[in-house]
């Protein structure tokens, strides 16, 4: 389905925390002074200060995450990334509370999701990437939407991509049901890339569920694969099980996943991106 112009916030679910997973290495960008997370994408006006101050990329998702009425943002970290709450604190910066968990398991984006699950099991949670720029902006907004009207487990917000062979491309029907997702697929006709998601509490005990089993098993911890690995396989597998899921897409919107020299040389020079009003354009 494609996204509507405007929302009411009316009748939108009341608890909602935003998940923010910040546990790799940053291995395609290496080497970095610091997380990606904190990479200076443009300048911004600050209350107090005089001149333009240093944007970085992660204020961009906090902000979303904030728009799309989040109460807080849980962030996965791992080890040695003490930069990332050094510089953001408690959030308050950007009006949205922050807390900080270190991921005991570092198999990939699911297991890092997956460590706040005491704290989120019985919220709608918002899934965004702190090195992802993404235009709409109330993209978040419209995914609550959706899932509180069409009473679906997941929502995938999607957006057009140039190369589907390096992402999870979502293949929807026209109302906006999911029929399959791809991960990195060789070869497609497929556009639609899912780079922002909502849930409701069913999907997290489930995801928490599957995940326990492999952490609790010293052979299947071994052998952890990409289907484990990769979040795509994984609401795959959740669809695959009954767990309704939907997609939402923005045929306009645009995102840059800042994690390669490549895409920040594109990026931001090019555009001007976050500086006080983003253009995203690809």
Not at 191 to 204: E, H, I, K, V
Not at 206 to 214: M, P, S, T, V
Request: charged letters at 20%.
């Amino acid at each position: 389905m494609t996204a509507p112009d405007r929302l009411s916030d009316s009748s939108l679910p009341q608890h909602v925390v935003g998940v923010v997973p910040a546990a790799g290495e940053g291995t395609r960008i290496a080497p970095l002074p610091g997380s990606k997370a904190l990479l200076p994408i443009g300048t911004q006006a600050l209350p107090g200060h005089e001149g333009p101050r240093v944007r970085v990329v992660s204020q961009h998702l906090l902000e979303a995450l904030t728009a799309g009425g989040a109460e807080a943002a849980y962030w996965g970290l791992r080890d040695g990334a003490w930069d990332i709450p050094a510089y953001w604190g408690d959030g308050h910066r950007v009006g949205l509370p922050c807390a900080y968990l270190m991921v005991r398991h570092s198999y990939g984006v699911p297991f890092t999701i997956d460590q706040a699950y005491p704290f989120v099991k019985e919220a709608v949670v918002l899934l965004g990437f702190p090195d992802i720029l993404f235009h709409p902006r109330d993209a978040f907004a419209v995914l609550r939407r959706e899932l509180a009207d069409r009473g679906a487990d997941i929502v995938l917000g999607c957006m057009p991509v140039d190369d589907p062979t390096t992402v999870d491309v979502v293949d929807m029907d026209a109302e906006g049901t999911v029929r399959a997702i791809h991960v990195k697929p060789a070869a497609t006709a497929l556009r639609d890339a899912w780079c922002l998601a909502a849930w409701g509490p069913r999907f997290t005990h489930w995801l928490h569920e599957r995940l326990a089993a492999i952490v609790d098993d010293p052979v299947r911890r071994a052998q952890v694969d990409a289907h484990e690995r990769h979040l795509g396989h994984l609401f795959q597998a959740a669809m695959d099980e009954g767990l309704s899921v939907r997609a939402v897409s923005f045929p306009d919107g645009r995102f840059f996943d800042l994690g390669t020299p490549e895409a920040l040389a594109d990026a931001v020079p090019t555009g001007g991106l976050l500086n006080n009003s983003p253009t995203l354009s690809g």
